[in-house]
């Protein structure tokens, strides 16, 4: 079992940067693919950028909308992951859903086995 717990949302001016955390309890952190997704009201939860597990090549992915403004990281040592968002834009403003599963591509393509509880990002103007 792995309990998902996000933070650092808030609200940001167009431009601005915020750095979202998700810490995971249990042993299998390092062995899991972690990911973030967003979703807004009416819209179904998408996908936004996941890393390898530890045991896998590193490797990182983005959808195309934040490429060269998000980066996603993991620190082992603390069971964290972190989602670094930059040049923030108004329609990133979302809830931000933390996941992790066995697999990167089981994770992108939504079939994680874990999830947290979402921290709201609002990006104004």
């Known amino acids: ?6 933070s650092g949302g808030g609200l940001v001016q ?47 992915y983005y959808t195309d909308s934040v490429k060269g403004r998000f980066t996603i990281s993991r620190d082992n040592a603390e069971n964290t992951v972190y989602l670094q968002m930059n040049s923030l834009e108004l329609e990133d403003t979302a809830v931000y859903y933390c996941a992790a599963g066995p697999s990167s591509s089981s994770v992108r393509n939504g079939g994680a086995r874990y999830w947290g509880q979402g921290t709201q990002v609002t990006v104004s103007s």
């Open 1 to 6: 079992q792995v309990q998902l717990v996000e």
């Open 14 to 60: 167009a431009g601005g940067s915020l750095r979202l955390s998700c810490a995971a309890s249990g042993r299998t952190f390092r062995s899991s693919a972690m990911g973030w997704f967003r979703q807004t009201p009416g819209k179904e939860r998408e996908f936004v950028a996941a890393i390898s597990p530890t045991w896998s090549t590193s490797s990182t």
